[in-house]
């Protein structure tokens, strides 16, 4: 059977993708496209450069962002940024390890347009600790994502292949019996820690650049945080409008070979993200 390419509209995005932080507790040594960790920083993006990307974001016709690191909840202003999205009109979905998850965000994370997604790798807890490089972590991401489900907050779930033998299948029945509606299974991209060559256009599931982007923690513009390689602009720089409307990314965004249209599940949540999009042509 002959399958044709998905045409790409690769528009100013609707969806954009903001690395507020490389900081996070766990380090996840196969895996991380950011390189995050511990001993990380917040990058040189002030709050007030993140503010202001985010009420351009609104102004240029962005309906959604997801705030993600690192752990997005350890930036010290991640309420602030998060709260004027939302006042702004923006659904804010917040991509969380789930590690650590401090009282006063469940309330925001319960607002009518807020939303949650994380990352959760085997229903073995030695295997998902091997893979986030943390002792604990499969506990303590298990026991929010209940939290989350009893408080009703919408809630993805991404499972990343990493290594032989990983029980992600079972990983994925146990969370929908946990009740978690949506649930993708990935393999790791070579990005950041998952580099086993150079990274190239044939890593990306081939919808970057359509109809989202991303912003990098010292506010470099990309197609997304997995084509990070991709530069495009800086919003500190030239803005974000500047950037769209420019030569540079509309060249970046047909570089990038467009998805196909089958082998590729029903995307639920609109957005192409480090381990809710299952892995389609070209890249797998």
């Keep these: 059977m002959t399958v044709a390419p998905e045409a790409p509209t690769r528009q100013a995005p609707e969806f954009l993708e903001l690395e507020i932080t490389g900081k996070c507790q766990l380090t996840c040594p196969s895996l991380c496209y950011a390189e995050a960790g511990p001993t990380e920083g917040h990058g040189s993006m002030t709050t007030d450069d993140w503010k202001r990307v985010i009420g351009e974001a609104a102004e240029i016709g962005v309906k959604r962002v997801q705030l993600i690191g690192g752990e997005p909840t350890t930036h010290p202003d991640f309420e602030t940024l998060a709260q004027h999205a939302l006042d702004l009109g923006l659904a804010v979905q917040t991509y969380s390890n789930l590690y650590r998850v401090r009282a006063g965000h469940w309330d925001l994370f319960r607002h009518p347009k807020a939303s949650l997604a994380t990352s959760y790798h085997s229903d073995v807890a030695e295997e998902h600790d091997r893979v986030t490089g943390r002792q604990g972590s499969h506990r303590a991401t298990r026991a929010n994502i209940v939290q989350a489900l009893d408080r009703g907050i919408p809630l993805q779930v991404g499972i990343v292949h990493v290594f032989e033998g990983q029980r992600t299948a079972q990983a994925r029945e146990e969370l929908l019996a946990l009740g ?88 639920d949540s609109g957005d192409c993200d480090p381990a809710n999009t299952e892995a389609c042509d070209p890249a797998y």
């Design 180 to 267: 978690v509606r949506t649930v993708n299974v990935d393999r790791v991209r070579s990005v950041g820690r998952g580099e086993v060559h150079v990274p190239s256009t044939a890593d990306l599931c081939g919808r970057c650049a359509d109809g989202r982007a991303a912003v990098m923690t010292d506010g470099g513009i990309t197609p997304c945080v997995l084509g990070r390689f991709l530069g495009t602009g800086n919003v500190k720089a030239e803005g974000l409008a500047a950037v769209f409307a420019g030569q540079r990314w509309r060249e970046t965004a047909a570089s990038i070979p467009p998805r196909r249209v089958t082998a590729c599940p029903p995307d």
